[in-house]
């Protein structure tokens, strides 16, 4: 619920860091129920921490997504994260080879942290939060490793052959895999975000004509009238310039 309620915050707040006190209003509950998870999150990857406020991983929001429509199923949406941990570690490799008992894997992960005895419910803790995220599979006493899913979506094909060129032998790569493009989300309170790709090497006239199309697939799908913002975008006359650095018009 706090993980949820911390995603939800930043959400509200444009997708920016945010305080205990925030995360505690949406949770309803207590402003130390929120501070005393963070160093756990923060040292596993969930949260990283901006001044006094904490920014939720990428996956924390896809988590709050899927939980919307999936409860069940919305953790494993964090399993990329936990298997980077240090008790993820620990005992992947070893359930790549072969299964574990639990008590196998309390051993060594008691080992990795060099904790005592009196330290196993905290040790079964992170046993259980493995299980919840889809990165293991605890049958019984049994411990193996899960399955990974399949990727979203297909990978890459290899690098064309080398061609000789000139005497020299250079790969060619086919023109898709350029990384040639800017990424960034748009995250949206309740819903799936929205990711924008534009090529890095676009000029002001392709930004207006990228304005122009916006605002008249928006007319078109929708029946509404583009925001004032975006269509002095498209307005040479508000450029922001050396002559005119505020963009106000003159």
Same mark, same amino acid.
């Given at each position: 619920?706090?993980?949820?309620?911390? %995603?939800? @915050?930043?959400?509200?707040?444009?997708?920016?860091?945010?305080?205990?006190?925030?995360? !505690?209003?949406?949770? &309803? +509950?207590?402003?130390?129920?929120?501070?005393?998870?963070?160093?756990?999150?923060?040292? +596993?990857? $969930?949260?990283?921490?901006?001044?006094?406020?904490?920014?939720?991983?990428?996956?924390?929001?896809?988590?709050? #997504? %899927?939980?919307?429509?999936? !409860? /069940?199923? *919305?953790? $494993?949406?964090?399993a990329?994260?936990?298997?980077?941990?240090?008790? *993820?570690?620990?005992?992947?490799?070893?359930? @790549?080879?072969?299964?574990?008992t639990? %008590?196998?894997?309390?051993?060594? $992960?008691?080992?990795?942290?060099?904790?005592?005895?009196?330290?196993?419910?905290?040790? /079964?803790?992170?046993?259980?939060?493995?299980?919840?995220?889809?990165?293991?599979?605890?049958?019984?006493?049994?411990? =193996?490793?899960?399955?990974?899913?399949?990727?979203?979506?297909?990978?890459l094909?290899?690098?064309a052959? !080398?061609? #000789?060129?000139?005497?020299?032998?250079?790969?060619? #790569?086919?023109p898709?895999q %350029?990384?040639n493009?800017?990424?960034?989300? +748009?995250? $949206?309170?309740?819903? !799936?975000?929205?990711?924008?790709?534009?090529?890095?090497? +676009?000029?002001?006239? &392709?930004?207006?004509?990228? *304005? &122009?199309?916006?605002a008249?697939?928006?007319?078109?799908?929708?029946?509404?009238?583009? =925001?004032?913002?975006?269509?002095d975008? =498209?307005?040479?006359?508000? &450029?922001?310039?050396?002559?005119?650095?505020?963009?106000?018009?003159k």
């Open positions: 619920m706090i993980m949820r309620a911390a %995603a939800k @915050a930043s959400l509200s707040a444009d997708g920016k860091s945010v305080a205990n006190g925030d995360v !505690a209003r949406i949770a &309803d +509950i207590h402003i130390s129920s929120v501070s005393v998870c963070n160093p756990f999150w923060v040292d +596993i990857g $969930l949260m990283s921490r901006d001044g006094l406020k904490l920014m939720p991983h990428a996956a924390v929001f896809e988590y709050d #997504q %899927a939980a919307e429509w999936n !409860a /069940e199923k *919305a953790p $494993l949406k964090l990329r994260v936990f298997e980077g941990t240090w008790f *993820a570690k620990a005992i992947l490799p070893r359930l @790549a080879l072969r299964s574990m639990r %008590a196998e894997v309390l051993e060594v $992960l008691a080992e990795e942290c060099r904790a005592p005895k009196e330290f196993q419910p905290q040790l /079964e803790l992170l046993i259980e939060y493995m299980r919840l995220v889809g990165v293991i599979i605890v049958d019984g006493s049994n411990v =193996t490793r899960a399955k990974a899913e399949a990727p979203s979506t297909p990978p094909p290899p690098p052959p !080398a061609v #000789q060129a000139g005497g020299e032998s250079k790969i060619v #790569q086919p898709h %350029a990384d493009m800017e990424r960034f989300s +748009i995250y $949206l309170p309740g819903k !799936a975000k929205v990711t924008v790709e534009i090529p890095k090497d +676009i000029d002001k006239d &392709d930004w207006i004509m990228v *304005a &122009d199309h916006l008249g697939y928006i007319r078109r799908w929708k029946g509404w009238r583009p =925001t004032p913002a975006l269509k975008a =498209t307005d040479d006359d508000n &450029d922001v310039s050396a002559n005119n650095p505020s963009g106000v018009p």
